[in-house]
Nanobody
């Protein structure tokens, strides 16, 4: 089974940057899509970004397109999310996820990370 450990969250001022990391272990990692969802207090969890196992295709939510960049280093079993030009509305708990491609964006994934808090102050 895949296990995911997240890091890189923190407090940043509006306009700043953060980089999240998601380290994975398990035999099926190289065949899984990976990405992030996020959830703000009192709101539903929402899709943020996905990357295929080969890194050849990505999908971004409209709200983060042009500001966030996902990358995948299979040699290190790690996925990164570079977040630039952060806005207060980006404040949420960010959850790394891994799973088959077909249902990933709907949140039907195989494994969730523990979550990491991102707070953007105005």
């Amino acid at each position: 089974q895949v296990q995911l450990v997240e890091s890189g969250g923190g407090l940043v001022q509006a306009g700043g940057s953060l980089r999240l990391s998601c380290a994975a272990s398990g035999r099926t990692f190289s065949y899984y899509d990976m990405g992030w969802f996020r959830q703000a207090p009192g709101k539903l969890r929402e899709f943020v970004v996905r990357i295929t196992w080969s890194g050849s295709s990505t999908d971004y939510a409209d709200s983060v397109k042009g500001r966030f960049t996902i990358s995948r280093d299979n040699a290190k079993n790690t996925v990164y999310l570079q977040m630039n030009s952060l806005k207060p509305e980006d404040t949420a708990i960010y959850y790394c996820a891994a799973g088959p491609s077909g249902l990933f964006k709907q949140g039907l994934v195989s494994t969730w990370g523990q979550g990491t808090q991102v707070t953007v102050s105005s």
